[in-house]
């Protein structure tokens, strides 16, 4: 791979790429402080889309920003997620909110858990949000990829054309969520690649490493992110799109058959990953297309060749192939959608002369929704209690520290422990310092803004995208007293919430196996003491339990035999503290 760039500080590699797209299309404006290209206000309404992930997949997202398509991108750091701030901000105060908002997102942990979080963030504040995670590529067959599922790859941007175009008709935000969806439902890739790409900053790669390929090789069904794909070969370019081609549409291989192919109307998208010669894509798409007609007896109907989506300067190309189908709103079609004009200079329409001649300097500085003064929900607690309930479990909470963190030692990386303090005691710190409302909505709003602030990684962004979807939950169970049966109901809410964002279930050694039995139980019993008791006895199964999910399931060995799950743990033991219930008085033996 070559190591050579002309700007090798990634920070300002992403910094001044983000602001030539300010030079390149006057009708976006970029939040550098937040990393976000978005449309300069002056449009009509509109629904709102939001895309973004790691940087180095340019033109993809923030290129994509125009009229017609995005309303903005979000944009991390070269190959990582953006936060969720970034991302609460660009769906807070970077677009129009008042049509609704639509945030597509490839499928990745990082971004799934970070645009999750954001999109929580707004719809507990009462923005109308709704969020699509798209997972095209077939390089990963089901049963290596789980219950993680498709990675996101380059078809995406045809969902987000096919909804920008709909967005910009004036569509509502159900009908505009249902035909994005509808593209990703219909959609399959498939990439390949010559040879790994090199991070600018980053250390040269060892020419020895056994993780170049060699010269003669290709790597079938590479990610974007310097992935593994399903093999190496050593083949020529028809045999390599030979593959790649069954892949995505051989229908008797059942790990990857995703896609019944059943509409005459195809369109074909051939994606530059970054290195590839114009000279060679072609070559690559008479040959994609030669073999679609001859061994498929596909015709597309559309055929785009073009960089839309890169991993830096990869030496490669992915293949998607849309299944266009009836849109069911009533028109327009998918293929009206997709050849409608746009405005963004990622695209291959160009910027319009009016555009240019206006010379547009607004910008949208104006303050976020999380600004405004929360509104009463109606619901009612009293607040001397529920400080006296919550001290209880977060002190709990906090003394639990060193066994989490030396069972976090055995089966994770040992910060667990010190992560879930660090939340608890920021909290406590709260509500020690600051008189409660008796709004539960007004005070774990509160309460969630601390734990965003204090607790990261993959546990505080469960923690804060499940509290958000607690906070719109109790929003809408009406006034009245906030008793058992409301927190149960509100809390189940929050659990189906959290389950579109993680495929944790009980069973796979995560928290879930603490959270799950304490909701059932509170919503089955009413009584709290039991579903503190049956959390304790969940995060206790999993001693011996082997994980599905999280760090553990990299580090092997036999560490999960000897001690629980240190997040299920960690969490029972702030349910037994809620419940009143002090250190040996719980019936379960210290592990």
Not at 278 to 306: C, D, F, H, M
Not at 453 to 481: E, K, P, W
Request: charged fraction near 20%.
């Amino acid at each position: 791979m070559s190591a050579k760039h002309f700007i090798n500080d990634p920070t300002h590699l992403v910094n001044t790429a983000l602001h030539a797209l300010t030079l390149t299309n006057p009708s976006v404006a970029l939040d550098a402080e937040n990393k976000i290209i978005y449309r300069r206000p002056g449009h009509a309404p509109q629904v709102s889309i939001i895309s973004g992930g790691g940087s180095g997949h340019e033109p993809s997202f923030g290129a994509f920003v125009g009229d017609g398509l995005l309303s903005a991108g979000v944009a991390g750091t070269i190959f990582a997620s953006p936060s969720a701030e970034q991302i609460r901000k660009a769906i807070m105060s970077r677009v129009d909110g008042e049509k609704g908002i639509l945030v597509t997102v490839m499928n990745y942990t990082g971004d799934v858990l970070n645009f999750g979080m954001g999109v929580e963030k707004a719809k507990a504040a009462g923005l109308n949000v709704k969020m699509l995670v798209v997972g095209d590529d077939v390089g990963v067959g089901r049963a290596a990829a789980g219950k993680v599922g498709r990675r996101g790859i380059a078809g995406t941007v045809l969902v987000h054309k096919i909804s920008g175009a709909l967005a910009a008709r004036g569509a509502s935000l159900e009908d505009v969520y249902k035909v994005a969806k509808l593209t990703s439902d219909n959609l399959v890739s498939v990439g390949a690649s010559l040879d790994h790409v090199h991070v600018p900053g980053r250390a040269a790669p060892d020419p020895n490493s056994d993780e170049n390929l060699a010269a003669e090789e290709v790597e079938i069904g590479m990610g974007i992110h310097n992935e593994a794909g399903s093999e190496r070969a050593k083949v020529d370019l028809p045999e390599l799109v030979k593959r790649m081609l069954a892949q995505m549409l051989d229908s008797k291989d059942k790990d990857r058959a995703f896609l019944n192919v059943n509409s005459n109307e195809i369109v074909l998208l051939i994606n530059n990953l970054g290195s590839v010669s114009v000279l060679e894509l072609g070559g690559i798409t008479a040959e994609v297309v030669g073999q679609l007609e001859k061994s498929y007896n596909i015709k597309p109907v559309r055929i785009l060749a073009g960089t839309y989506m890169t991993s830096l300067n990869g030496l490669g190309f992915s293949i998607s192939i849309l299944n266009v189908v009836n849109t069911d709103i009533g028109g327009p079609s998918m293929l009206q959608l997709l050849d409608a004009p746009c405005e963004a200079a990622g695209w291959t329409a160009p910027i319009r002369k009016e555009t240019w001649e206006a010379k547009s300097t607004q910008t949208r500085e104006g303050v976020d929704a999380a600004a405004e003064e929360l509104k009463p929900s109606g619901l009612k607690l009293d607040p001397e209690t529920t400080k006296t309930t919550l001290t209880a479990g977060l002190e709990r909470m906090i003394a639990a520290e060193p066994d989490v963190t030396r069972y976090d030692t055995v089966v994770g990386d040992g910060d667990c422990g010190i992560g879930l303090k660090r939340g608890a005691e920021a909290v406590l710190k709260l509500i020690s310092t600051n008189k409660l409302s008796g709004d539960p909505v007004i005070d774990l709003s509160k309460v969630v803004q601390v734990v965003e602030t204090n607790m990261d990684g993959t546990s505080g962004a469960l923690y804060a995208i499940f509290l958000n979807s607690l906070v719109h939950a109790l929003r809408q169970q009406g006034s009245g007293d906030a008793n058992e049966k409301v927190w149960a109901a509100a809390l189940q809410s929050a659990s189906k919430s959290l389950g579109t964002y993680t495929p944790a279930q009980p069973g796979d050694r995560t928290l879930v196996d603490a959270l799950h039995p304490f909701i059932e139980t509170l919503a089955s019993s009413g009584n709290l003491k039991k579903a503190a008791e049956a959390s304790r006895k969940g995060a206790d199964s999993t001693k011996g339990m082997k994980a599905s999910l999280g760090r553990t399931v990299y580090i092997g060995g036999s560490g999960f035999e000897q001690v629980p799950d240190p997040g299920a743990w960690g969490l029972s033991e702030f349910f037994l503290g809620l419940a009143g219930i002090k250190g040996g008085e719980e019936g379960y033996e210290m592990v």
